[in-house]
């Protein structure tokens, strides 16, 4: 249980909750199980109409920072009162902070500056002493210049679209400005370390998965004669869920009876819809739309085989390691992806789940055919899987490292005079 006594972590987000972000949601839990203070800020207020059942049990209370996007007068009023106060308290400072850049349109940036200047009236009214903010695009750039107006220290988590889609000078500025930094790769943390000018520590911090919630069948032993095929992601280029529809394409014409689930959803769905009729693939392939976790885990369990075909992007979007692989792991599918990013950190071919060449649907089927053809395989393969997410993919054990890091930081502001203007107690 959290000790309202104990220093208050801000933990600032995009969205807050956000149904595809259960990997934040877990941590937030477990740091609150742990004993961690929080306050949660959200940039944007939810659009998800389902919730993870998990969120019932959350202790922090919620700020909506108000928006440009979509516009109000409410919101316009509230964002002009905070900036107004803040302009008239030291001008110089106020105006020198229009001109960061965010790798934004001059309205975003003119947004991330508003909501900055209204999370510093947060900030004081609620008593934080150190932000942390989750993905080092938008929410660091608000956690910046929140930084510069009122002296909070803050760190930050980095992901992997907000990664490899910003510029390399804006990431080493917000790097070097924030008290630390963690990602969930070895290879971002790498990328990261090497374009950083700073002395800013840069941890890996993998994420975790609760093992308790997330248990398996005990597998029958009995041939299945329509195995299923599972994925589950945003339907976004660079899940590569074209690349799937096309190896059961190829799956298909070697006359192999399967159903293929993918469950998800994004801006790509009617781009995916048209390539399964296209294909002819209506009768097998399926689009099962959001699912919270609990719900994912009962299909986890029917599943026989689980495939993420992910891809570097042209743009350099890309995943880190894509949560649902941990899942399906956890849950002993056996799993099939490729061999980009920090996916390797993950899977070994052959030895806890298959890899294969991104946009390579003929490889894809081969493993595919041989993993239906071959259920002894299968098992080693989601035996050797659930043993290795339970090694080192523990929400326990890696929070634990977590709450570590941050109360380290926060051991060295006990005894120093509060840096805002309201009262923060830190005994």
Do not use: W
């Amino acid at each position: 249980m959290a000790n309202n006594n104990n220093p208050k972590i801000g933990y600032l987000l995009k969205t807050f909750p956000k149904l595809s972000e259960t990997f934040i949601l877990n941590e937030i839990l477990e740091l609150e199980r742990q004993g961690i203070n929080l306050h949660i800020f959200s940039l944007r207020k939810p659009q998800d109409e389902k919730h993870h059942a998990a969120l019932q049990t959350l202790k922090a209370d919620v700020t909506y920072i108000p928006s440009l996007f979509p516009r109000s007068s409410q919101d316009i009023v509230h964002l002009q009162e905070a900036n107004v106060l803040l302009m008239q308290q030291n001008v110089q400072n106020y105006f020198q902070l229009l001109h960061l850049d965010h790798s934004t349109t001059e309205i975003e940036s003119l947004n991330i500056f508003l909501q900055a200047g209204y999370l510093v009236k947060a900030i004081r009214e609620t008593g934080i002493c150190h932000l942390h903010a989750h993905f080092i695009n938008i929410p660091t750039a608000v956690a910046e210049v929140a930084a510069h107006l009122c002296g909070i220290p803050y760190s930050i988590t980095a992901h992997a679209k907000d990664i490899y889609l910003s510029k390399p000078e804006v990431l080493n500025r917000r790097i070097s400005q924030a008290k630390f930094v963690l990602t969930c790769t070895k290879y971002n943390q790498q990328f990261l370390q090497k374009l950083s000018t700073s002395n800013t520590p840069i941890y890996l911090s993998y994420h975790g998965l609760d093992l308790a919630k997330f248990t398996p069948n005990i597998k029958q032993e009995v041939v299945k004669t329509l195995p299923t095929i599972l994925s589950v992601g945003r339907f976004c280029e660079k899940k590569g869920f074209p690349h799937l529809i096309q190896a059961c394409k190829l799956l298909k014409e070697r006359n192999y009876k399967f159903q293929c689930l993918i469950v998800g959803y994004g801006p790509l769905q009617t781009e995916i819809e048209q390539l399964i009729a296209e294909l002819k693939l209506e009768h097998c392939i399926f689009l099962v739309g959001k699912m919270t976790q609990d719900e994912l885990i009962e299909v986890y369990r029917q599943a026989d085989i689980f495939v993420l075909p992910c891809h570097i992007t042209e743009n350099g979007d890309r995943d880190g390691i894509p949560n649902v692989l941990l899942e399906a792991m956890a849950m002993k599918v056996p799993v099939i992806s490729t061999n980009i990013s920090g996916i390797v950190e993950l899977i070994e071919h052959k030895r806890n789940g298959i890899l294969v060449p991104p946009k390579e649907p003929f490889t894809l089927a081969k493993e595919l055919e041989n993993l239906i053809n071959n259920p002894q395989f299968r098992n080693v393969l989601s035996h050797q899987g659930r043993v290795d997410v339970s090694s080192n993919f523990s929400i326990k054990k890696n929070t634990t490292d977590l709450k570590n890091i941050f109360m380290s930081v926060l051991a060295k502001y006990r005894s120093q005079q509060p840096v805002l203007e309201a009262e923060v107690s830190l005994v």
